[in-house]
């Protein structure tokens, strides 16, 4: 009597065992991430209009005026070698100077370069070697000199364009 | 032999003639075939290449029109204290000890001087010595007899230029001793 209710037993928690067994199952999926490469430039606004007022007697370069009142901000994915280049619209006429200085913290800045004579097709360097990341609210600086013996300038719209690229 | 060009129907197989009209449609076939290898790597190579972003800023710039005259060389005084050797009259003095600078980016500019003493009882004359070549054109020289504007130096055009101002006294025996004081004006003008 004592076996027959041990093989009993037995018999029931076998049955448990291969129940649990049977009851688990599973599912996969294939998830595939992609980031593609992202750049992104952007500015804060439109710097106030550079007007040379004023000289030294017996000096032919005019007094510069200077404008800092914008920012760049920068996003790229690329890698650590992405360059941002600047030129104009069109070239300025000789004897006018227009110079950019684009701050940087996470490049290379060139300093001050003078853009006078940068277009489409010769766009300036102004922050090389700039790393992967974000970069925001970065300083622009403009300067705008003239030479007396270039003459005045009437007002005179000119477009800058910067372009983030490897 | 016959020739026959390839369209854009035609299989890129290469073809398995060894004719000699076969080898040129080979040639042909290889050769297009680099070209389409060579657009796909230029087409990469621009992918690679040509990534980036743009943005722009919008520039207003002018020069207005300037006008700038300045003296080097302060207040200055002339002494006729000695005789002409042969005349045995006061000899003239002369002092160039001060300078003219002036900066313009218009036309047809000039440059006038004019004194407020218009009843000196000595003589005194003034005029440009060693201008800036290109710079304007020097006047004849000026003796002042009234207040008015007197051309000093003409024909100046979007320079910068600079020049000795001679001043010359000159005194009568018979207008015994005394003195005159002159403030002596410098304008830059349009002609």
Known sequence: MKKSLVTLALAGLSILIVGNAFAQTSATQNVTLTVNTVYKISTSGNPSSMIVTTGTAGTDALSSVSDNSTTYSITQNFGNTVKLTANLDAALSAGYVLQLNMASSRGTSAGTVDISNATSGSAENVVTAVNRGADAGQMITYTFSALASAGMLSSTNKTVTFTLTN | ?191
């Open chain 2, 1 to 191: 032999m016959k020739l026959r060009r390839i369209t854009g129907t035609d299989s890129l197989q290469p073809p398995n003639e060894t004719t000699g009209g076969a080898m040129k449609t080979q040639i042909l076939y290889i050769a297009r075939k680099t070209t389409k290898t060579l657009v796909a790597v230029l087409t990469m190579a621009a992918g690679l290449y040509a990534q980036g972003s743009s943005t722009q800023q919008s520039l207003i710039l002018r020069v207005m029109e300037l006008n700038k005259i300045g003296l080097i060389g302060g207040s200055l005084k002339l002494t006729i204290d000695k005789l002409h050797a042969e005349l045995f009259a006061p000899a003239p003095v002369v002092n160039a000890n001060t300078t003219l600078l002036w900066t313009s980016n218009g036309e047809n500019k000039k440059i006038t001087v004019a004194s407020n003493n218009n009843n000196s009882r000595y003589a005194l004359r003034v005029a440009p010595q060693e201008m800036s070549p290109g710079a304007g054109v020097a006047a004849p020289e000026v003796s002042f007899s009234d207040n008015k504007n007197h051309d000093f130096i003409v024909g100046v055009n979007r320079s910068a230029g600079k020049c000795v101002i001679k001043f010359s006294a000159a005194a009568d025996v018979a207008k015994g001793i005394g003195s005159d004081t002159h403030v002596v004006t410098f304008t830059i003008t349009s002609s």
